[in-house]
């Protein structure tokens, strides 16, 4: 009874289509087409606003730029670019970008169970108050690290510190602490979107699972590690990638603080030695190759944690 | 259907939407947006010619403001509309770097720093020469204060000030330590005084920068140089490690400075410090009066100004340092105008002397210097004491110059980010290993270009 109905309706809807309908629209409307009308938008900004500077900042990188002076230098940028600053980039960088993967996708987990269990009251106040710095700016979420961590003792942080009888920190001139005002910002940042994240992850986990572990005895740690751990795989695959990602091009925590020139390089990131050659000296030719190299960078370590994760299979499975 | 209908219009609208973005994005020009604040002169004339003016500090927007009021009085014939927009410091120059580049968006006329101005003098200079203006009366000015701004031959910005570096001493301090100001004559003098000061008041000597202000000065005024003549990079010489040892010395091994707060003298750290008397005595060129009486209050009265110590191998009284040079761009559509309106405001005797009485910037073109204008009492002479001007002309003939190369950028940022911070503060490197180390990076790029 039910299938004829069925086939009743679909019989019927094309009767009812009104009859003034112009071709054009039918034909955008069509089931061929109108992927690519959905996906137009999409194109055409990724060709505007992403494919052509990349194509203009990889033949930049051959280049030496310089008013009404255009001159082709082949790999004479590359050549200058592994120096002892490139390295202090890199490495603030690839420090920077491990503890953020360890703190932005741990973190979060714990922070989206606990927000998901019936333990927590108010657990609406708590999402919010978690993903509102994501949508602070982060030039004044600068200005307020900079006092909560300045030098003198009666920073609070360093009343903090000295709460615990350690003497004050000079937070922004040393490197220790120079790397952990930047990734407490950003994990003060980005916490809250991840959380999101894991918690839509969570929704997806049927209850039954956790019930019939129950009935096999599994206790807390068994069930997150056999039931809920292998069902967020997919969300902790994406969030490690976009924090890789992320980490990589990390600048604006890196400038709010320091304003571009940090003493000893110590909060220098890779964009950063980008912005300093290519914009604060001049050198575009030069910003661009470092850039380049940051893509083929970026795009190794994806594509090789991709492979490792397996992320690859899952349209073949 | 009516759905589907529905969806597909506003994805036509969306895309159309960023479609219109991305094309303004591109058309737009690259003006900044966010100026701090804006200054205007002469809006209500009728069919005054428009310029437009950039700069990064609050009280050079002022002067010229006030410099266009003046030149419409005069001028009646040949009226303009002054838009003078104030913004931070790196991000003019950015701006400026990119509406230069990009061949639209720059203003007509623009402040550019001298630690930046060797980035604008390369490729094909975007900037107008001002020979015009500035070769008849080239012997009427101090020459190196010109020749800072020049390339091959052609004068690109008009100078500010002289920038002749003094020593600022907060009488307060020295009185309450008992030293007399007049008897420190050379360095080791002010050492001596420096150990008194501390013994007796608690308070440092003074503060070091950690930016080229905690070096440059010292280092010039030996006669030395981060560039020889010919433009060899000289950053590593021995008088600039021993330079380096001197101000190291000051603050890690007598203990009479310390790292001044907010690492500079331009920070709200250090005006506060300064103002509440932390310190006894500032080395800083001549054009920190302003920050004196616009951000230290408090100081005023107590504050007297003296020649630098000098070393004892060299005669030097004074070094000349920073300098804004301000050039008229090519992208300018009254370029003539523009010129004749900077002549106006900065190059003419007039000019100079508005320089002194409204911004305290000893004048560089010393053919004023002898004028009663610079006399007169104003609001400097008010804040500090009667003869600040003549300590300016006791030492004019020993003022050591600086030498500009198209690396200074690249060698006051490795100051800033590494010799003073490596060697003062964490002090792990000695002068002569930090120096060497920066002096190493900057030839290999000097070396690649």
Redesign the interface.
């Known amino acids: 009874m039910y299938e004829v109905n069925v086939k009743n309706k679909r019989n019927l809807t094309p009767t009812q289509?009104?009859k003034n309908?112009n071709s054009i629209?039918k034909f955008?409307?069509s089931k061929k087409v109108?992927p690519y009308?959905?996906v137009?938008?999409f194109i055409?900004?990724f060709t505007?606003?992403t494919l052509y500077p990349t194509i203009q900042a990889f033949m930049m990188s051959f280049q030496?730029?310089?008013?009404?002076?255009i001159e082709f230098i082949g790999l004479?940028n590359y050549?200058?670019i592994f120096?002892?600053?490139f390295y202090k980039a890199l490495f603030n960088s690839t420090i920077y970008t491990i503890l953020t993967v360890l703190i932005l996708v741990s973190v979060p987990i714990i922070l989206a169970i606990l927000l998901d269990s019936k333990l927590v009251k108010f657990k609406t106040i708590f999402r919010s108050a978690l993903f509102i710095p994501a949508l602070t700016s982060i030039v004044v979420a600068g200005v307020i690290f900079r006092l909560v961590f300045a030098g003198s003792e009666n920073a609070i942080a360093n009343q903090i510190v000295g709460f615990f009888g350690f003497e004050p920190v000079s937070w922004q001139?040393t490197a220790w602490s120079g790397m952990f005002l930047m990734v407490i910002m950003a994990s003060w940042r980005w916490m809250g979107v991840n959380v999101l994240y894991f918690l839509a992850g969570l929704q997806s986990i049927p209850k039954e699972l956790y019930e019939s572990a129950e009935i096999d005895g599994a206790n807390l740690f068994q069930k997150f590690r056999n039931v809920t751990l292998p069902f967020l795989k997919p969300i902790i695959i994406f969030v490690t990638t976009i924090s890789i990602i992320g980490g990589f091009r990390v600048f604006e925590e890196s400038y709010v603080i320091w304003?571009?020139?940090?003493?000893?390089?110590i909060g220098?990131t890779l964009v950063g030695l980008l912005y300093?050659e290519g914009?604060?000296?001049?050198d575009?030719g030069f910003g661009a190759a470092i850039g380049v190299v940051l893509l083929i960078l970026i795009f190794i370590i994806s594509i090789i944690y991709l492979l490792l994760t397996g992320a690859f299979k899952r349209g073949d499975e | 259907?009516k759905k589907?209908?529905l969806s597909?219009f506003s994805?036509l609208l969306?895309?159309f939407v960023?479609?219109l973005a991305?094309c303004s994005g591109g058309g737009s020009e690259a003006k900044p947006t966010n100026s701090d604040d804006v200054k205007t002169a002469g809006s209500d004339i009728e069919d005054a010619t428009e310029l437009s003016f950039w700069t990064f500090a609050g009280t050079h927007a002022d002067f010229y403001a006030n410099a266009a009021e003046r030149w419409n009085e005069q001028n009646p014939d040949k009226p303009i509309k002054l838009t003078v927009e104030n913004y931070p410091f790196?991000q003019m120059?950015?701006n400026l770097?990119?509406a230069?580049?990009s061949?639209s968006g720059a203003p007509d006329l623009v402040d550019i720093e001298l630690a930046k101005f060797s980035?604008?003098l390369?490729?094909?200079?975007?900037l107008e020469p001002l020979n015009d203006l500035i070769e008849p009366e080239l012997d009427k000015f101090i020459p190196e204060r010109v020749s800072i701004y020049e390339k091959d031959g052609n004068y690109y910005g008009a100078p500010t000030h002289l920038g002749a570096s003094v020593v600022y001493y907060n009488m307060e301090i020295m009185d309450e330590a008992g030293v007399d100001i007049d008897e420190i004559k050379t360095w080791d003098d002010y050492v001596e005084a420096g150990k008194k000061v501390v013994e007796v008041t608690g308070k440092p000597m003074t503060t070091i920068a950690?930016n080229w202000y905690g070096i440059w000065p010292f280092a010039a005024q030996r006669g030395s140089d981060f560039f020889d003549e010919n433009g060899e990079l000289t950053l590593d010489s021995k008088e600039n490690i021993e330079t380096l040892e001197f101000v190291n010395a000051l603050v890690n091994e007598h203990k009479i400075a310390e790292i001044a707060p907010g690492?500079g003298y331009h920070s709200e750290e250090f005006y506060g410090f300064m103002n509440d008397g932390g310190q006894a005595s500032l080395v800083i060129p001549m054009f920190y009066m302003k920050d004196f009486t616009t951000y230290m209050p408090d100081l005023e009265g107590k504050v007297q100004i003296r020649p630098m110590p000098k070393w004892s191998d060299s005669e030097y009284q004074s070094a000349t340092m920073g300098g804004t040079g301000t050039a008229v761009t090519s992208q300018s559509k009254h370029i003539d105008l523009a010129k004749e309106f900077l002549y106006f405001a900065k190059l003419s005797k007039e000019g100079n002397i508005q320089l002194w009485t409204e911004l305290g910037f000893d004048p560089p073109r010393w053919d004023v210097w002898e004028e009663p204008e610079m006399k007169e009492d104003n609001v400097y002479y008010q804040y500090f004491h009667k003869d600040i001007f003549d300590i300016l002309l006791t030492v004019k003939d020993n003022v050591a110059g600086i030498q500009i190369s198209e690396y200074t950028?690249?060698v006051l940022?490795e100051i800033?980010?590494?010799i003073m911070?490596?060697v003062l503060?964490?002090q792990n490197a000695t002068p002569e290993e930090a120096l060497k180390e920066s002096a190493d990076?900057i030839r290999?790029?000097m070396g690649?270009?």
């Open positions: 289509k009104p309908e629209m955008l409307n109108v009308v959905f137009f938008p055409v900004s505007i606003l030496r730029i310089l008013p009404g002076q004479q050549e200058r120096n002892q600053t001139f304003q571009g020139n940090s003493p000893g390089n220098l300093q914009i604060q000296q001049n575009m | 259907m589907k209908s597909f994805v969306l895309s960023l479609l991305a790196d120059h950015n770097l990119m230069l580049q061949g980035n604008f390369k490729g094909d200079v975007q950690t690492n950028p690249d940022s800033d980010s590494n911070h490596k503060r964490e990076t290999q790029k690649s270009n």
